[in-house]
């Protein structure tokens, strides 16, 4: 189970991450709430960073007090953030965050599509850039949501924060220009790349989407159709608070560090810590 840990994620596991996403708070015996989310990993990574960035680390206050009074101000609205630069690293291998979890190189393709890349070779005098591609501008951003007040895949009428998606991918030849990018909100556009829908943008900006066999999706297709959660497996290690599971990265780590010798001082939630009861 251990070894399992160091595969490369899939599709499949990306798209349970999907399916197992969740929300929930418990009272606490002093009166204090606990809350508990559940995200795949290239949502939660962006929201950890944020979450970093706002921390005001005071003398004689704990990090992690700081870093909840950081979350409170996020999601009310009262701390202004610029948006967390998440770095992937994708190579032979897989693809990985910096420090941070394996993701599926669907997932890091969908990154791709609204974030800046650069290609690295390893040679012998060290890596060279052969490639650098930037991020749409804020320009072509601000149009795409002056054209189009909602997310372009049919039938969904999401609002808000979008990606910027490219139609053509970079890697097919397509360019970071408006004829070549679509407003998707993020469900479907990871929907996208996960499932490998084929995407067409018409001159009148209609977005036509088809499944990978070339069938047009021609109805609004509700997203529980587009996640089918992988059943359980009898043999799951579970935690004993809220169900987890085991944290295998923190596993790993702790291995790592006996074989080494060396002692490690996780900082508070790294190993999925529960709260205190």
Not at 175 to 191: D, E, P, Q, V, Y
Not at 196 to 212: A, I
Request: hydrophobic share 40%; net charge neutral.
């Amino acid at each position: 189970r251990l070894v399992g840990a160091l595969r490369r994620v899939s599709a499949g596991d990306a798209v349970g991450q999907l399916a197992g996403r969740g929300f929930g708070w418990c009272s606490e015996a002093d009166g204090s709430v606990s809350i508990t989310v559940r995200l795949p990993a290239d949502l939660a990574m962006p929201v950890i960073a944020a979450v970093q960035q706002a921390t005001v680390v005071e003398r004689g206050v704990p990090r992690s007090r700081s870093a909840a009074d950081a979350f409170v101000e996020l999601i009310t609205g009262r701390a202004e953030v610029p948006r967390p630069e998440i770095v992937v690293h994708v190579d032979g291998a897989g693809a990985r965050f910096d420090d941070g979890p394996p993701v599926a190189v669907e997932i890091a393709e969908c990154l791709a599509c609204d974030g800046s890349v650069t290609t690295l070779s390893d040679t012998r005098d060290g890596p060279v850039v052969r490639d650098r591609r930037r991020a749409p501008s804020p320009r072509q951003r601000r149009w795409l949501a002056q054209r189009h007040d909602t997310c372009q895949f049919i039938g969904c009428d999401h609002t808000g924060s979008f990606d910027a998606h490219h139609v053509v991918a970079h890697a097919k030849g397509g360019k970071t220009g408006i004829s070549n990018l679509a407003r998707l909100c993020w469900f479907h556009h990871r929907i996208v790349h996960l499932h490998g829908l084929l995407l067409t943008l018409h001159g009148d900006r209609r977005l036509e989407v088809c499944f990978p066999d070339g069938t047009p999706v021609d109805r609004d297709i509700a997203p529980a159709e587009f996640l089918v959660a992988r059943p359980e497996h009898p043999d799951r290690i579970g935690g004993s608070w809220y169900g987890d599971d085991l944290d295998l990265d923190c596993a790993l780590a702790a291995l790592q560090s006996n074989v080494a010798g060396v002692t490690r001082s996780f900082p508070a939630g790294k190993c999925g810590t529960p709260p205190p009861h």
